[in-house]
Nanobody, 127 residues
């Protein structure tokens, strides 16, 4: 079993930045892809970024809605994943979740592929 805990959410003005962290424990992160998802009120969950497992090619995936603004990364030594969010827009407001996928390669990012989930952290972009 793997436990995931997100942190770093909060209130930020449009154009600002936030860095979300996903701390994992319970089993090695090396062989898991890390995905970031978000869900806004009244909307479906959206996969926004993914980084492949470390024994693979470390493929990166970004949704069109966040490409060129968000950067996903991982630090296996710290058992953590990160999502750097820049140039934030009001439409980025959502609860953000990290999730992991054993041997995931991020060729696509679907919630039903993920093995473990965090509890989520709220991101609000507003002036």
């Amino acid at each position: 079993q793997m436990r995931l805990v997100e942190s770093g959410g909060g209130l930020v003005q449009p154009g600002g930045s936030l860095r979300l962290s996903c701390a994992t424990s319970g089993t090695s992160l090396d062989y898991y892809a890390i995905g970031w998802f978000r869900q806004a009120p009244g909307k479906e969950r959206e996969g926004v970024a993914c980084i492949g497992h470390s024994a693979g090619d470390g493929r990166l995936y970004y949704s069109d809605s966040v490409k060129d603004r968000f950067i996903i990364s991982r630090d296996n030594a710290k058992s953590a994943g990160y999502l750097q969010m820049n140039s934030l827009k009001p439409e980025d407001t959502a609860v953000y979740y990290c999730a992991t996928d054993l041997f995931g390669t991020c060729e696509e990012l679907r919630g039903d592929q993920m093995n473990f989930w965090g509890q989520g952290t709220q991101v609000t972009v507003s002036s």
